[in-house]
């Protein structure tokens, strides 16, 4: 077996691989170990025909003002950010309507909420500190309404928005907190974006950023072990290689940490939590048309089903081959449902029925179509026995040198954005271990 050493062991070459792998190639030797044949993980690109296809809908949460955007500066790299148009939200029984992504004053002005009782409520969370929000961290967002009084249509509105943010649709277990949390991040730094290109553009960025600090990038290298001595992770074992480092990052998903980590070095709570920790799944659906059949540049919403969508080549056009169009939707649901095939299906079916009602020139433009049943969208479901404190934290008791990062470890937001924040708060706490 070969020997090899290395001062930063990153495990997964997902995005959030790829993010603190740049990051830390800027202060030692860098090996990335990605186990299958492409980078990107549950963000990977697919190019079909000329088409390039994220994986479902993916816009960044901030943009710019992101932790991604705060990295992205901080290794001297860019991406061109695309700010989204006007949203839209097509509801069961009504015409098309604006639907407000960001700012006080669009939201206040909408017709989808009532006019006072939506001032009052956002006036009260821009004041909100993080305490308050901390208070509401384990209550429904169900039992939050009942509390509060909430109407029908303000009801509605924030259900829509919990799906949308924190991709979260299921007000018995959505965290009221974690809601208002991410309304006031919102409210104060603004909503999604693009990135221009896709996500390949920031694939790019971070693997030139590592090769350029002469970092490792490895595909088709599956680690099979992390050792463990006398309390400090040392190696990883691979098929043919152990890689000797002086620290190990872990960019997995935790749920499957324990493929890689024997158990027994870890105190019972942590390897439960991480076990049970409930991720989000659901149905994506994408269609290849061979024109552009609807002007929308913004995001896409619906009620009946929960779903949203995006057109993101009214966005980047270069995504698509010229003059075509892209057209992507996502519909979240219960993990159990898409482990049910009979299940799945039906679902499936009444989400795409409702989307062709929407747009019916989908079909006479269709050139292909990509339906994903996809058991993990985010590592973790914002909900109420999981909301941002009490999910696993980027270190393990008694176990020095290993790190934890991605989507599925503490950072505040949702989805990609808990990678980011997450990858963020790893990179500051290994950097803070190499000075003390
Ligand atoms: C359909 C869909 C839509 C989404 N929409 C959005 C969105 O709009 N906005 C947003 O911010 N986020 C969105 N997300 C979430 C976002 O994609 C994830 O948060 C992010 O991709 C997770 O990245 P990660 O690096 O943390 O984990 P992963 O992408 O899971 O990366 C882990 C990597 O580790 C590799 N790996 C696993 N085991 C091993 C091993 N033993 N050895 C070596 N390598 C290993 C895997 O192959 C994988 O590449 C969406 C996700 C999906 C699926």
């Given at each position: 077996m070969k020997n090899e050493k290395f001062d930063f062991i990153i495990i997964g070459g997902g995005i959030a691989g790829l993010h603190i792998g740049a990051l830390l190639s800027q202060h030692g030797k860098v090996v990335i170990l990605e186990k299958s044949h492409e980078y990107g993980g549950r963000a990977r690109v697919e190019n079909l025909d000329g088409f390039k296809l994220d994986y479902g809908v993916h816009p960044i949460r901030f943009g710019p003002n992101s932790a991604l955007g705060t990295s992205l500066l901080e290794i001297n790299k860019s991406v061109s950010f695309i700010k989204p148009g006007k949203s839209w939200a097509f509801l069961k029984n009504e015409e098309k309507t604006f639907y407000p992504t960001g700012g006080l004053l669009a939201i206040i002005k909408s017709s989808m909420v009532p006019f006072i009782p939506t001032l009052k409520l956002l006036l009260n969370v821009k004041k909100m500190e993080e305490k308050d929000f901390r208070s509401l961290y384990e209550i429904s967002l169900e039992d939050w309404f009942e509390k509060m009084n909430i109407g029908p249509e303000l009801r509605k509105f924030l259900t829509m928005t919990s799906s949308a943010i924190?991709?979260?649709?299921?007000?018995?277990?959505?965290?009221a907190g974690e809601l208002l949390h991410n309304i006031n991040r919102v409210l104060s730094i603004g909503s999604v974006y693009y990135p221009k290109g896709g996500w390949e553009s920031l694939f790019t960025q971070f693997t030139q950023k590592i090769k350029e600090n002469q970092g490792d990038l490895r595909l088709r290298s599956e680690v099979k072990e992390i050792i463990v001595e006398d309390g400090i992770a040392t190696n990883v074992k691979l098929e043919d290689v152990i890689i000797k480092g002086k620290h190990i990052i872990s960019t997995i998903p935790v749920q499957n940490l324990f493929s890689i980590l024997n158990e027994d070095l870890c105190n019972k709570d942590f390897v439960s939590k991480c076990r049970n920790l409930r991720h989000t799944a659901g149905i994506s659906i994408d269609f290849c048309l061979d024109k552009k059949i609807s002007n929308i540049d913004g995001m896409i919403f619906m009620d009946e089903p929960l779903a949203f969508g995006i057109i993101p080549s009214n966005l980047s056009p270069e995504i698509t081959p010229e003059n075509k169009s892209l057209m992507s939707f996502l519909r979240v649901t219960n993990i159990e449902d898409i482990q049910n095939k009979s299940r799945a299906d039906k679902l499936y079916q009444e989400f795409r029925d409702r989307i062709l009602e929407i747009f019916p020139d989908i079909e006479k433009s269709l050139i292909q179509e990509r339906p994903l049943f996809l058991?993990?969208?985010?590592?973790?479901?914002?909900?109420i026995d999981q909301h941002q404190y009490k999910r696993p934290g980027n270190q393990i008791d008694n176990i020095s040198n290993l790190w934890l990062c991605g989507d599925s470890v503490g950072g505040e937001g949702a989805g990609g954005d808990v990678g980011h924040t997450s990858v963020r708060d790893c990179y500051e706490k290994i950097l803070g271990s190499i000075t003390n």
């Open positions: 924190q991709v979260n649709p299921f007000i018995n277990r959505s965290s058991n993990m969208i985010d590592g973790v479901e914002i909900n």
